[in-house]
């Protein structure tokens, strides 16, 4: 079975600051990685994922992660936060190889509240 | 156009009752999830399905029934709601059943069973 940790509950930084939430995951098997964000009282949106190739990833909005299979991780930063990240963030895997006819299962951590100040 | 949504955004219900959401995606997509999202912000899957074959199917009451008359739209049935069945409900979509594929949330049912 697959797990995500998300050690980090709450991140407060301020606006212009660097920014980094840390996503260790655990699995016997290759993985699929992904970063959601999920606005306040909107649903989850997809802001990253890493399938294969470059283990660096970028999203459209200045976010990047980094797949790093040694030690399990795929953190995500940020050079310079806006008040408009504020948001839940949540980190999650998929079995790249499931059994057949296993579907997309994705396993979440239990999510970053990332406060940005002025 | 929403791409996914769900009806209703809020339910507030009395125990023992059932009730239904539904879900509507217009991207096209053959597979369909249903989400829950506990007051600690913990989501985790439910149930999964394939050109309205169920693939997934987690350890959820049988209290929980979801049907899917078609490709675009899956709608969750909750019998005998319990006080623990409270929390936020969404609904995804995927192009196929790929473990790559990105899912597409709908906004969330707030549920509250008092």
């Known amino acids: 079975a697959q797990s995500v940790t998300q050690l980090d509950s709450q991140v407060p930084v301020f606006e212009e600051a660097p920014v980094e939430l840390r996503c260790n995951y655990s699995?016997?098997?290759?993985?699929?990685l992904f970063w959601y964000v999920q606005y306040p009282n909107q649903g989850l949106q997809l802001l990253l994922k890493?399938?294969?190739?470059?283990?660096l990833v970028e999203s459209i909005n200045g976010f990047e992660a980094e797949f790093n299979k040694s030690q399990t991780s795929f953190h995500l930063r940020k050079p310079s936060v806006h008040i408009s990240d504020t948001a839940e963030y949540f980190c999650a895997v998929s079995v790249r190889f499931g059994r057949a006819g296993g579907g997309n299962k994705l396993t979440f951590g239990t999510g970053t509240q990332l406060k940005v100040e002025l | 156009d929403t791409a996914v949504s769900q009806t209703p955004k809020y339910l507030v219900t009395q125990m023992g009752n059932d009730k239904s959401i539904k879900c509507e995606q217009n991207l096209g997509h053959d597979t369909m999830y249903w989400y829950k999202q506990d007051s600690k912000k913990f989501l985790k899957i439910m149930f999964s399905y394939n050109n309205k074959e169920l693939i997934i199917n987690e350890t959820v009451p049988n209290r929980f029934s979801p049907k899917s008359p078609d490709k675009a739209h899956l709608n969750l049935h909750i019998n005998s709601l319990e006080l623990g069945d409270s929390a936020v409900y969404f609904c995804a979509s995927s192009q196929s059943r790929g473990p790559g594929d990105t899912q597409y949330f709908g906004p969330g049912t707030r549920l509250t069973v008092l």
């Open positions: 699995s016997s098997v290759s993985v699929y």
């Open positions: 890493y399938l294969s190739g470059s283990t």
